[in-house]
């Protein structure tokens, strides 16, 4: 049997329904203009029994697809065949309980768990979805690829296209990406095109530019990207001992993981392979929070795929109306105008989710509490654990569930915002340096 027999796509909009083949590179359906969905005929596909079938792999991790955290559940995404799969070692991550932190936020003893995605190749969850894309990229001949980003997206780009020969140009606004991030496109061999403009502005310059020239896209608009980001909710569920969490908390800016999430957990239902879907808390930063507002004040709502258009358009043009771009210390969710947003309200109605936004004085707080307790993360990670503090507060979520959060990417990504927060005392759990004389006796007065 083909592979092509297995999968293909699907547009999301139910009045539209069109097919496609998964050989064509697309990012929206040529019939509608709507996202495209990877969709997958599970009766030609053997799936294991039971999801902790997929163990037996660690076995095996000789074999490059069995030691990638994503394709060693490659039954799961099952669109390309095994010799397009590119992988360089992505989703060796660890799922961390932590105390001290569900102290911080109020939770008891052995509920809080951290998923830590800064261990990836280039330190943030985007490499589970390019592992995947960069598979379809190869399956479909591309050469050239480009992407617009807060950081994380060309970094990641930059390195697995750097790993597949390909020609990569990422698109960055003026001044809003973290240094840590930039270093790793310049460094990797990307060509980086800064644009007069924020993220908003870069999307749709790189959407323009792909129809174009023809290159391969890699943002989140990307059906297959998605297909590698929900293997972040196996490896969770892997390191729950093959039982699924209460509440997955996850940071929102152009809203690929969420939907990825909600995608993933539908399909393991779907499957058997879960009895139940968790709940699901989505948190944005209050200096970019459409989502909070569309989906708390406007009650935009999934609606079986036929979402409000209108709603969308009016705040849209609102936010043009009015010049607005969004500011936040998070870079990585530093969206006003989120591509994903009608996955994304699929996954809420599917996971039951809610919506939250925070301070950047609470990211930078949380930030510091992760960051004491073990684990470094970027600011947008952070938000999680801000809003899962909001959420205890509110009694949306009991002390007593078992929560995990996903740190979506490394300290080092945004260190800036780091050494900016204890130095300047930004907060009251700031640890600056303290300055002493070059005396000996001076400095032991100090440590004692």
């Not at 999301?12 to 019939?31: M, T, V």
């Not at 323009?208 to 293997?231: H, I």
Request: aromatic share 8%.
């Amino acid at each position: 049997m083909s592979i092509t027999d297995t999968a293909f796509q699907e547009c999301i909009n139910p009045d539209c329904g069109a097919e496609f083949d998964c050989g064509q590179a697309l990012f929206k359906c040529p019939k509608c203009g709507e996202l495209l969905d990877a969709r997958y005929n599970w009766d030609r596909i053997e799936v294991p029994g039971k999801l902790s079938d997929f163990a037996a792999r660690w076995a095996n991790r000789s074999n490059r697809l069995d030691f990638s955290g994503v394709w060693r559940f490659r039954e799961l995404l099952n669109f390309c065949e095994d010799k397009y799969k590119v992988t360089i070692g992505e989703g060796q991550t660890i799922l961390q309980q932590n105390d001290a932190v569900a102290q911080y936020v109020d939770m008891k003893p052995g509920c809080l768990y951290l998923q830590y995605e800064g261990l990836n190749p280039s330190g943030s969850f985007k490499d589970n979805g390019m592992a995947a894309a960069f598979s379809h990229a190869k399956m479909v001949g591309v050469k050239s690829c480009a992407c617009a980003s807060t950081g994380n997206t060309s970094a990641s780009v930059a390195l697995y296209a750097h790993s597949c020969g390909m020609k990569c140009t990422v698109f960055i606004g003026s001044g809003r990406i973290a240094f840590g991030k930039l270093s790793q496109s310049m460094d990797y061999g990307a060509q980086t095109i800064q644009i007069r403009g924020d993220f908003d502005d870069c999307m749709r310059q790189v959407q323009d530019v792909c129809t174009k020239l023809g290159l391969y896209l890699l943002n989140s608009l990307n059906p297959f990207r998605l297909e590698g980001q929900k293997a972040i909710m196996y490896r969770i569920i892997e390191g729950l001992g093959w039982e699924v969490p209460d509440w997955i908390v996850v940071p929102g800016g152009n809203l690929g993981n969420s939907s990825a999430f909600g995608k993933a957990f539908y399909e393991l239902k779907q499957l058997g392979l879960i009895e139940r879907i968790p709940r699901m808390a989505i948190i944005n930063a209050t200096g970019a929070d459409t989502l909070t507002d569309l989906v708390n004040s406007k009650k935009l709502a999934w609606n079986n795929g036929r979402v409000n258009q209108a709603i969308i358009d009016d705040y849209y043009a609102d936010l043009t109306a009015r010049n607005f771009s969004p500011h936040t210390c998070a870079s990585a969710i530093e969206i006003s105008r989120p591509v994903n947003l009608k996955k994304c309200l699929r996954s809420i109605d599917i996971c039951n989710g809610v919506v939250r936004a925070v301070t950047d004085d609470e990211i930078r707080d949380a930030k510091a509490i992760i960051g004491k307790h073990g684990l470094g993360c970027e600011p947008a990670s952070a938000a999680t654990i801000a809003g899962l503090r909001h959420l205890r507060a509110e009694g949306i979520i009991g002390a007593d569930e078992r929560v995990a959060c996903v740190l979506t990417g490394h300290a080092l990504k945004d260190p800036n915002v780091t050494v900016n927060y204890h130095k300047q005392k930004q907060g009251k759990f700031s640890n600056p340096p303290v300055e002493a004389p070059n005396d000996l006796d001076e400095i032991i007065k100090l440590i004692r």
